[in-house]
């Protein structure tokens, strides 16, 4: 499977942008970038996902590099609600595992008043 | 609250004692999965079912764990004899599987296992 390379940990002051890199040079062509959040004692939860074309949704901004080597994720204006982990996965087409996803450490995100 | 329900929240044992736990998946949703986090780390994945077909386990699921799904609907998950080794939490996740790996997953709380 490809890999992910995410910083261990980040900081952001609240209601300031937050752009979350995730590294991922192994990516193949069929491969699609998510994002997954982990709020404290809850259960993961779904950010974004994309394949090519930059993404919105109402949590937040995927921005993908033109290689597909590397993404963004972009919190617009953090709150003290998005402190959490944010784990980027890649997903294949293949279907072993029935696309079970592979989390790996993800970064800490740590929002400041 | 995703929809997916998970039971009990919290498990204390003492190591050598079976433990079951109970996962209740959104009702349309006929793709289940159980993962299993312990600290400072993501969570892995240990088993999934399509409907009531367990159809992949991955390593890290020994002979001591058994999981099913009766039904296609709820999934209980038992570790027999259980080791400290064995605390965690486990979590499970639905998902439709038509959509392959353009449909997300939704997880439940968890159960936090602590053996002692």
């Known amino acids: 499977d490809a890999k992910t390379t995410q910083p261990n940990s980040m900081e952001s002051n609240e209601e300031e942008p937050v752009h979350l890199p995730c590294n991922h040079s192994t990516i193949s062509g069929t491969d699609y970038i998510h994002w997954y959040r982990q709020l404290p004692s809850q259960g993961p939860e779904y950010v974004i996902h994309g394949l090519t074309s930059n993404v919105n949704n109402r949590m937040a901004s995927l921005a993908i590099a033109e290689d597909r080597k590397s993404s963004t994720l972009i919190l617009h204006r953090a709150t003290l609600r998005d402190a959490a982990v944010y784990y980027c996965?890649?997903?294949?087409?293949?279907?072993?595992?029935?696309?079970?996803?592979?989390f790996g450490k993800g970064t800490s995100l740590l929002v400041t008043p | 609250d995703t929809g997916v329900s998970q039971d009990p929240r919290h498990k204390i044992t003492k190591r050598g004692q079976n433990v079951t736990f109970r996962c209740d998946p959104i009702?349309?949703?006929?793709?289940l999965y159980w993962y299993r986090q312990t600290l400072g780390q993501g969570p892995e994945f240990l088993t999934y079912?399509?409907?009531?077909?367990?159809?992949?386990k991955s390593r890290l699921l020994s002979d001591r764990f058994s999981a099913e799904r009766p039904k296609g609907s709820f999934s209980t998950l038992e570790i027999q004899r259980t080791e400290q080794g064995d605390s965690a939490m486990y979590l499970c996740?639905?998902?439709?599987?038509?959509?392959?790996?353009?449909?997300?997953?939704?997880f439940g709380p968890g159960t936090r296992l602590t053996v002692t």
């Open positions: 009702s349309e949703h006929n793709r």
């Open positions: 079912f399509q409907n009531e077909a367990q159809l992949e």
């Open positions: 996740a639905s998902s439709l599987a038509e959509l392959g790996p353009l449909y997300e997953q939704y």
């Open positions: 996965i890649l997903r294949g087409t293949n279907s072993n595992s029935g696309y079970a996803l592979n």
